[in-house]
């Protein structure tokens, strides 16, 4: 009899922890396990969250991904410097209402939110349709204890930030992968600098490697593809409490997202369900006048004349003659060509082109 009662409990709770429970949320009673190939997956299909495998490596992550897409993409990794190397990870609410990683016979997680929560610890963990992994206080006050926004990896999404909380200090930055097949942080990071005139910059370790230019009131100077805002609403924050750029598709059937990879360039892509994969919207640095210092002090930059190479002026210099285009055959245009003559220029050329050729 004993052991009817007991087989009754274990199958009480197998139900209660994997029946009773939306499927979009982890809780004191519902958790994943890798090796059961369990899921979680956002109300409206748009997002789950899971264990995976990236590239060709056997290593075990914990990550988010676009549900409906058949090429797998994941934006967010929780556990990326630190992978499990078996299937014996359980994602669930530890003793401390933190959502917490753990492995076959360990104690301490592999990964955790680690944050200190007062009153009670009955938490749950739900994955929301925008992407966002959040840690809710589950009371009738249903408190935001935590979310994946705040921690971003290498995918910037819409909804998402970067810049910083001026209150809390919270500085969201995106960070690279290491390569396709390790999430761990690469060696490109994407940041907002503060300053007087803040911008957005990619580094290369600690060195800057390209910069956004000034915000002119509707984009940055160094991006001009941002006039299309037909597509996305693009707002910077300046203030007390908070300094931060987001850029959010205005239709939510436009499934985007910016990339920092791991060969340092940073790209904003879309999904072409008709052709079915991702079209690159727009990429930097792309060219050699891209890059941070590429002219040194005092030096101007121009991709038409010479292909990126830079030339150099005075200290006090704001313009520069020359009586020769620099290049190869064949660089300009049929209709754009002029003749090698000083005080011949075709209004047809690039405004830079008309101010350096007299």
């Known amino acids: ?19 009773s429970f939306p499927a979009d949320t982890i809780s004191l009673h519902h958790f994943i396990q890798d090796n059961n190939h369990e899921v979680i997956v956002s109300s409206g299909n748009t997002f789950a969250l899971g264990f995976f495998s990236p590239g060709s490596s056997r290593n075990r992550y914990v990550g988010i991904w676009y549900h409906q897409i058949p090429e797998k ?21 530890d003793s401390r209402g933190n959502l917490a990683l753990f492995q076959e016979n360990q104690t301490l997680p592999v990964w955790s939110t680690n944050i200190s929560i007062a009153g009670t610890r009955n938490s749950v963990a739900q994955i929301l349709d925008s992407g966002n992994l959040v840690l809710i206080q589950n009371d009738t006050r249903k408190a935001l204890l935590w979310q994946s926004f705040g921690h971003p990896t290498n995918t910037w999404l819409s909804f998402m930030k970067l810049g910083f909380n001026l209150r809390t200090g919270l500085n969201q930055v995106y960070t690279s992968w290491k390569s396709p097949d390790d999430p761990g942080v690469g060696n490109y990071s994407f ?60 239709n939510a059937s436009i499934i985007t997202r ?92 690039q405004p830079s082109i008309q101010k350096l050729i007299h």
């Open 1 to 19: 009899m004993n052991s009817v009662k007991w087989l009754i409990r274990i199958l009480l709770v197998f139900y209660l922890s994997h029946s």
């Open 73 to 93: 993409t994941v934006v967010w990794v929780a556990n990326r410097d630190n992978p499990i190397k078996d299937t014996s990870g359980i994602l669930r609410i």
């Open 191 to 250: 940041k907002m600098i503060q300053g007087v005139s803040p911008q957005m910059v990619l580094y290369k370790g600690s060195g800057p490697l390209w910069r956004s230019g000034t915000w002119t009131g509707k984009r940055w100077s160094g991006i001009p593809e941002m006039t299309q805002n037909f597509i996305f609403r693009d707002s910077f924050v300046n203030t007390a409490d908070e300094l931060s750029f987001s850029s959010d598709a205005k």
């Open 258 to 349: 910016w990339v920092t990879n791991e060969t340092g360039v940073i790209q904003r892509i879309t999904w072409n369900n008709q052709a079915r994969r991702w079209i690159r919207f727009y990429s930097t640095p792309k060219e050699q006048c891209d890059f941070y210092g590429h002219c040194g002090p005092n030096g101007y930059c121009n991709p038409y004349l010479d292909f990126g190479m830079a030339r150099i002026f005075g200290g006090d210099q704001i313009e520069g003659d020359t009586k020769r285009v620099v290049g190869t055959y064949g660089y300009m245009s049929p209709e754009n060509e002029i003749p090698f003559e000083k005080g011949l220029v075709t209004t047809r050329l």
